[in-house]
């Protein structure tokens, strides 16, 4: 009987196979050579299958990959503050807690951009490995801010500040921003938002400067009150038709009543309805000293933009934001 020829899928040369007689015997050996083919033929597919799936997803994965690393900034905003590091980390903290991202938006009629707020992390960034205190601020939704690159897209905004000391009067300054859209694609600060949180960080400073200047000033007035009214020679002596009603300072007892009662709602504060929270530090992470009851007095001792440095009637020292107090009744 002749030579039965077929190509094998996994060959190129024709295998010649000497057939059996018709018969149980051909038949099997014809079955056997169906069913290795389309084992072959399945393998190969399967194969090809995969090789295509790799091609496709490796490159996807890889950009995945890429998109997710943190965030590194080609040319971060540097700068050097004379100021002592406690002040500049007062600073920062109060620009990170002021609900604006400054130095960018998102519509032409509203040039502000609110809804931020501090955090104790940016994903973005990872952490921050290197010396210094960091601070992020962090603004979510926010749709395609200006003077980031390319930035179309619905995303949030990230800010961190590293703050550094040099010397007892220097301290260094590190800004960072970044734009992630919705697709997680980090869009780079073209230099706006940094220049402009480091005014913002700038005119903090400005404002705890010129507090505590203030502060000073009323001291030693109240000082320089209290030694001309002791010093020998100054004091009038009152006429006999007003004795008793006039002072040395020129007021009536009416008046200098009316004075000192300004000058106490000048110098004193009472915690709102909600009470308020006394602070080790000007800064909410701050421990809590005290829980203030509603309408507590306290004396004011120190004056800066966002918090005051008060005393309780119990002689306790601290620190109450701004927003929790109110004058007295």
Known sequence: MPPFFYFALDSQRPIEIR?????????RLLMKIVKTQVILFRQRRLGALALLAAMLVLPFASSIAARRAPYQPENGFVSQLSSREADVLEAVQQVTEDQIIHGTYSYEKERTLYGAHGAAAAPVFGPWEQSGKVFYKIASK???PKFFKDSGDIGTISVRYVVQSVNANTTTVRIDAVFVDARNVQHASKGQVEAA??????????ALDEGRNKARQAVQANLDNRAASTTPGKVSAPSSTDAGEHWSLGL??????????ELRHEAELQAKSSG???KSAPFRSSPTLASLPAKTEVAIVVLTPYWYGVETEDGHRGWIHRSELEPLE
């Not at 057939?19 to 038949?27: A, E, I, K």
């Not at 949180?197 to 400005?206: P, R």
Request: charged content about 25%; overall charge neutral; aromatic content about 6%.
């Open 276 to 278: 308020a929270l006394l």
């Open 142 to 144: 926010i749709l395609a």
């Open 252 to 261: 009536t007892l009416p008046q200098l009543e009316q004075r000192v009662s």
């Open 197 to 206: 949180e480091y005014k913002a960080i700038e005119d903090a400073l400005a």
């Open 19 to 27: 057939m059996p007689p018709r018969g149980y015997l051909r038949s």
